[in-house]
């Protein structure tokens, strides 16, 4: 008799795996893929500001050297 119940045991085992394998799972990595989307666009979004922010530091540092350089010029 207890052979019959760890067979049942084992039997009960493969089909809840199975029942996770088939059902939950892909709703796992279905949530996972929405999560890591939209971490991936938040990522994105920071580096295109970031380049930005560069670009803008750079434009500023090009017209500050212009002014230096007329206002030596013009002493």
Known sequence: MKE?????RVALIILMTLFVVIFVLPLVFKGL????GIVGVLVG?????VLKL???V???AIVYLLIVFLRALLK
Do not use: D, P, T
């Open 58 to 60: 750079v434009v500023a």
């Open 54 to 56: 560069i670009y803008l």
């Open 4 to 8: 019959a119940k760890s067979v049942w």
């Open 45 to 49: 979004f920071l580096i295109w500001l």
């Open 33 to 36: 893929g929405l999560a890591f």
